[in-house]
């Protein structure tokens, strides 16, 4: 991923919407990430394992899997 790349952050209990930062250099493990959906709206740090490139048909996918969140695309 290049920095300022779309990314959704999949929880694993809901997904937000955000820009890729670069790698978290105090936990190698995890990216950090600028969101622009949901409560944090801030720069924020995840497992690199719940961060999926933005793509319209992986936003589908996350709709889907989570109905109660319906956030328009970027």
């Not at 955000?18 to 105090?26: A, L």
């Not at 720069?43 to 999926?52: A, G």
């Not at 933005?54 to 328009?72: C, D, G, L, S």
């Amino acid at each position: 991923m290049e920095k300022n790349d779309k990314i959704i952050w999949d929880s694993g209990f809901g997904y937000d919407l955000g820009y890729y930062v670069g790698v978290d250099f105090c936990q190698p493990d995890n990216l950090q990430c600028e969101m622009v959906t949901g409560v944090v709206q801030k720069l924020n740090s995840y497992y690199k394992s719940e961060i999926i490139p933005y793509t319209e048909e992986q936003h589908k996918i996350v709709n889907k899997k989570y109905p109660m969140f319906n956030y328009k695309k970027f």
